[in-house]
């Protein structure tokens, strides 16, 4: 509840609430004049990211004097609430002005205007606002306009600020580099303004959808000049200037608001010609003006015009694929987690796997009959059940189990509820299954692999010999090929084959049961789930810049087409299509991480969340003094950036684009790093300045040189390297740029121990250590996939072996286990983790939700 006086001011009404605030009107009891109070809502008043982005409005705006922009008199605090004292605007909004009718074009141009020069003053200062729409357009009585709300606003320089677990704005005006989750610059509020312009001169917006995600498949897909019909009335000029305005293609849209004021003056000269209804002079005008402008075309000219008309004409008739049109509806929606999606080949009934607990490790199956919109839960254990896959005649179910370490293929029958374990033997891990569509139901590929020593590899099981074969042969220095998926004839398995790094790849198809490869896509880009669309058409998901969205292609390769564009804080997976109505089903999944920071020397040893930092970002290491950490941010196929904030996760700046795991030098001046050069796939060792930012190359070669970690000296960097053809540690000299193997047998994520004596690595699930100088290496305890860090007297590891997470510490002399605190029932304790003191830093996967999606092609 706001109190009825706040500092000076008395509290008079409510004027309305938005995302980041409640607003009300007050008096200034000092200056006696009427103000606008924003206040921080109450349940936002302990979240710092609300709190830096409430803050950076009024600095941004504040910093503006202008008179189309809102006035900033003061940003205070009262008894914990944040709030900010503006000019207040005796008006009404741009959008109640547009909800009345579609506005006339004077008035149009002339709103437009005054938006564009109190954009320009934002601009020449370095300040986009992001979130340019009705709502923040303000219109006095005098029909002047305020721009207000620069609570998205990102000053360049500005320390980078955190992810938010919703879409910045509102979609309907966000631009195309904004909803791929690219930086953006003033061209992106151009885009929006001309969204507006269509909006007052129709009443609509030009970029609809009843789901986000339609909206956003219509921006990045469908084009302006199909909405030409709804501006039959309104001028030539003008309509050239929204259309610009709305260019995809940044670089051919306006690159600032003067270019507007400019081309304004045009539609001023020339608008009441062509507004005005049709007549005989209007028509004698028109032809008269066209024939005088084929009269002063020369023969170049019309030769140069025809060739331009036959290359579009062969494009648009010879292009094997035409656009979808398509609606997208949500069929589930929980806060649960999804991991894989079928359809049955009826396209009556869905099979998935989900969580029986939020933010548990346990998943069951679950069959939702669409006809009947209802829901059954079909498996019901403490294990794990995976990768669910309907038979083609849809009366039994094929999937994954994992008990501990044991990994089977089970199926079970519909009818019956009865399941049998297929006798495929032993397995180290499955990663997918797929029916084979013949008749007699017989044949599943398998994604797996028989140990952790062997990549994984495409299997074909027959379930009538009860024999099962290797298809597939991935190099012994490849992850392997993962999303096996048969092609509709049963002649063709489609599969990823990722590199050693794991990272990246491309998508092969094999054939049945010759076994002969053919590589489909040469982009060595991070690709996941690959599925048929048809007989000739696949359909997978693509990671580009962290952000997963859905793609198609031939099955015999060529130029990817996204199907939909996912958002900067969701991804898509899974997809299955109905072979009945070709309906493609997905999900759609949310994922954030939080910081936390844990004093180990409390009595009650409970971690305290410090920063958000997004989706898969987690930190590498921090300062000896205790002031700066460093962390990284996933970008998908191109790997991570490198950023830097202080300890309780303020003042975020990024260091270095394309930067991965990094250690802070011992005396705190130089930071080494995992990266890659400008054209190089592959990562080197990369030492930078910390207080210049200049970089050196340590490492320059042909081979994968990660994960580095200084000596005690500082005179050497330890690293992971697969040079030798397996990944092993390494040391090289800075002195004398000498290399030296330390490890034979397989080594990975080195860390140094506190005295410098000894090197501890991981090799499959173990951890091991050896000398600094190499040698004989000891076996020290089973990593089982935990995160771990070194202390003199031993190591922490976070044990999410049951269904709490505990942060433990085994002790080197006594080789003993110790809970240091109970974390709960949340999986992913300590996903990037350093210790600091008594501050023990580490991510923790805060949102993991999902829902199943269905895509209708019109």
């Not at 490869?517 to 962290?546: G, P």
């Not at 930012?693 to 490492?699: G, R, V």
């Not at 410098?756 to 690595?761: D, Q, T, V």
Request: aromatic share 10%; glycine share 6%; charged share 25%.
């Amino acid at each position: 509840m706001i109190p009825k006086t706040i500092s000076h001011y008395q509290i008079l009404s409510k004027l309305g609430e938005g995302g980041m605030g409640e607003v009300y009107l007050a008096e200034d009891t000092k200056l006696k004049r009427k103000v606008a109070l924003k206040f921080l809502p109450p349940h936002l008043t302990k979240d710092k990211e609300a709190t830096e982005r409430f803050k950076r409005e009024a600095q941004a705006a504040a910093a503006l004097n202008h008179p189309n922009i809102v006035t900033i008199h003061e940003i205070g605090e009262h008894e914990g609430q944040i709030y900010i004292a503006m000019e207040h605007v005796d008006g009404h909004s741009l959008r109640e002005e547009i909800e009345t009718s579609p506005i006339e074009v004077d008035m149009v141009i002339d709103i437009t205007k005054q938006i564009c020069e109190g954009l320009e003053k934002a601009h020449k200062a370095d300040i986009i606002h992001r979130d340019v729409k009705p709502e923040n357009i303000l219109i006095d009585n005098d029909v002047r306009v305020r721009i207000l709300d620069f609570g998205l606003a990102r000053m360049k320089g500005v320390s980078k600020l955190t992810k938010e677990s919703s879409t910045l704005g509102t979609v309907k005006y966000m631009s195309p580099e904004q909803l791929r989750g690219e930086e953006v610059d003033p061209r992106t509020d151009i885009w929006s303004l001309g969204v507006v312009m269509y909006e007052m001169l129709t009443g609509e917006v030009p970029f609809k959808g009843e789901y986000e995600q339609a909206v956003v498949y219509s921006i990045l897909n469908e084009e302006i000049d199909q909405k030409r019909k709804n501006l039959m009335s309104v001028p030539l000029d003008l309509i050239d200037v929204i259309y610009k305005s709305m260019r995809r293609d940044i670089h051919g849209r306006y690159q600032s608001v003067d270019d507007i004021l400019i081309d304004f003056n045009k539609v001023g000269k020339r608008k009441k010609s062509i507004v005005s209804k049709p007549s005989t002079d209007a028509f004698l005008s028109k032809t008269q003006y066209f024939k005088s402008g084929f009269r002063n075309s020369n023969l170049t000219k019309i030769i140069l015009l025809l060739i331009i008309i036959v290359i579009i004409t062969i494009y648009f008739t010879a292009r094997p694929r035409r656009s979808l049109r398509m609606n997208i509806k949500a069929l589930t929606k929980s806060n649960r987690n999804v991991q894989s999606v079928d359809i049955s080949s009826d396209g009556k009934a869905l099979v998935y796997s989900a969580e029986t607990e939020k933010l548990s490790e346990s998943y069951n199956l679950f069959i939702t009959w669409l006809d009947e919109d209802s829901t059954d839960q079909i498996t019901n254990s403490t294990n794990s059940e995976q990768c669910p896959r309907w038979s083609p005649k849809g009366d039994r179910i094929a999937f994954i189990r994992k008990a501990g370490e044991d990994v089977g293929i089970y199926v079970m029958s519909i009818s019956e509820k009865q399941e049998e374990r297929l006798p495929t033997g032993r397995w180290d891990y499955i990663n997918k299954i797929d029916w084979s569509a013949d008749e007699t139901n017989s044949l599943l590929a398998i994604s797996g692999r028989r140990s952790s020593e062997v990549p994984i590899a495409v299997y074909l099981y027959s379930i009538e010999k009860k024999q099962c074969k290797q298809l597939s042969k991935p190099l012994i220095t490849d992850l392997g090929d993962i999303d096996c998926s048969f092609s509709p004839d049963s002649e063709t398995i489609v599969f990823f084959r990722g590199v050693s790094t794991g990272i990246s790849g491309d998508l092969f198809r094999i054939s049945v049961p010759e076994g002969k490869e053919r590589q489909i896509t040469f982009t060595h880009s991070d690709i996941r789930d690959v599925n048929w669309l048809s007989e000739k058409e696949l359909i997978y998901c693509w990671n580009q810049n962290s952000i997963v969205s859905l793609y198609r292609t031939t099955s015999s390769g060529g130029t990817p087409e996204l199907i939909i564009q996912a958002g900067s804080n969701w991804n898509i997976s899974s997809p299955s299509v109905s072979p009945v109505s070709k309906s493609i089903f997905y999900i759609e999944s949310i994922i954030n991480y939080d910081v936390y920071r844990l004093d180990i020397s409390a009595e009650k040893k409970i971690p305290t969340k410090i920063v958000h930092l997004g989706e898969y970002d987690f930190i590498w290491d921090i300062s000896h003094d205790g002031k700066w950490i460093l962390f990284t941010e996933d970008i998908g196929e191109a790997g991570m950036d490198l950023w830097i904030c202080d300890s309780l996760g303020q003042n975020q700046k990024l260091l270095r684009k394309n930067g991965g795991a990094a250690r802070w030098s011992p005396d705190s001046k130089y930071i080494i790093l995992d990266g890659r050069q400008p054209d190089k796939s592959k990562r080197d060792i990369i030492l930078l300045d910390f207080l210049t930012n200049e970089e050196k190359i340590i490492t320059d070669s042909e081979y994968d040189d990660k994960v580095p970690c200084w000596s005690a000296d500082g005179k050497w960097i330890i690293f992971s390297s697969n040079r030798s053809g397996n990944w092993e540690i390494w040391k090289k000299s800075l002195e004398n740029n000498s290399d030296i193997q330390l490890t034979y047998q397989g080594g990975d994520y080195p860390a140094l121990s506190p005295d410098g004596k000894w090197i501890f690595y991981t090799r499959e699930r173990d951890i091991y250590k050896t000398s600094i100088d190499g040698g004989q290496e000891s076996y020290v305890f089973k990593d089982d996939g935990s995160e771990w860090f070194l202390d003199k007297a031993g190591i922490y590891f976070f044990d999410q072996s049951t269904d709490t997470c505990n942060l433990c510490f085994l002790h080197f002399d006594s080789n003993t286990i110790k809970v240091i605190a109970e974390l709960g029932g949340a999986r992913l304790w300590g996903w990037g983790r350093v210790k600091s003191g008594n501050y023990i830093y580490f991510s923790h996967l805060e949102q993991l939700e999902s829902n199943i999606m269905m895509v209708e092609f019109q």
